[in-house]
């Protein structure tokens, strides 16, 4: 099934969407993401206090488009705001007004499926992506008025699923041709390929931006995300509510055994305030990590991301 793109996720340099990191991802990383071929992202709820997203929008805007009036023979690619829509989050409404103002190309939904959130997007064009862990939530976006879908599959980083990339895109792609990304496990340039094999249109990479330069980590947190592997994720609720993988390292730091968590009460989500604090030195990680061998400049990084897929390419093509 051929997806039919929208026009912000039409001719990017590369196919991919840096995914946003709660925390992590500030305007540095985003606009070094862009200028370097993929599309950054970043969490809204990131710019603390509140009033900080107004500053943060505009450096993004202003810098990326003197970069583009600069450089006219390779733009940069456009940026994304994550919005968490759950009822926990209070800043929803003035952070929708703010980014509306200065006309974000895309969102990245999370946490439930929200019409007026889609509307207001659509107002003046922007692109919505809306994450999913299986394929029940996935209808339901689409439903509601999203123009895509995030996979989000078992090895991802943050919120990740249960499902198997194989079984999540199948499924999504037996009855939708819209842009979907693939999450789950992507370090490598061949892994983008392999997401497009699956049927996504977009590989969907978070952790291995940890270990960026530019991104915002303690630099302990940078390299213990090259210094893990798969063995070192934990998959648990217990830090906001819903599951998600996260460094064993970082569990033993804050005095728990990853091995004997318990389980967290998901009607208590809170993305804004006091779990969030609690658990502040609980690093999030995906699987992947196992192929970050380094800290390095995002666009050293993307420009190795662009080799890998270009060699993956011609080893299949022969």
Request: proline fraction near 5%; include cysteine.
């Amino acid at each position: 099934m051929t997806s039919k793109l929208p026009g912000a996720l039409k001719n990017l340099p590369l196919p991919i969407i840096g995914s946003p990191l709660f925390l992590i991802s500030n305007p540095t990383l985003v606009i070094a993401q862009c200028i370097a071929g993929v599309v950054g992202a970043m969490p809204a709820l990131n710019a603390r206090p509140a009033s900080q997203l107004d500053e943060w929008l505009a450096e993004i805007t202003e810098t990326l488009a003197a970069h583009d009036r600069a450089h006219p023979d390779r733009p940069a690619a456009p940026f994304a705001m994550n919005q968490i829509v759950h009822k926990s989050n209070e800043r929803l409404e003035s952070d929708m007004e703010l980014c509306v103002k200065y006309r974000v190309p895309i969102y990245i939904t999370s946490l439930g499926a929200r019409e007026d959130v889609y509307a207001a997007a659509h107002s003046y064009g922007a692109v919505v992506l809306h994450d999913v862990i299986n394929n029940k939530f996935a209808r339901k976006a689409i439903e509601k008025g999203a123009d895509g879908l995030v996979a989000v599959a078992a090895g991802a980083g943050g919120h990740a699923g249960v499902k198997s990339p194989f079984a999540l895109m199948q499924e999504i792609r037996q009855w939708f041709d819209g842009p979907v990304a693939l999450s789950g496990a992507i370090a490598t340039g061949a892994a983008v390929l392999a997401a497009q094999a699956m049927g996504a249109d977009f590989a969907y990479i978070g952790s291995a931006f940890i270990a960026t330069e530019e991104a915002r980590a303690e630099a302990d947190y940078k390299q213990a995300i090259v210094d893990s592997n798969s063995d070192d994720i934990v998959y648990s609720n217990l830090f906001t509510g819903v599951h998600g993988n996260y460094l064993a390292a970082s569990i033993r730091a804050a005095g728990m055994d990853p091995e004997n968590l318990p389980e967290s009460d998901a009607s208590k989500m809170d993305f804004g305030g006091n779990r969030t604090k609690a658990w502040k030195d609980i690093w999030g990680s995906g699987q992947g990590i196992g192929a970050v061998t380094q800290v390095q400049s995002t666009a050293d990084f993307v420009a190795q991301l662009q080799r890998e897929y270009a060699e993956a390419r011609s080893r299949l093509l022969g």
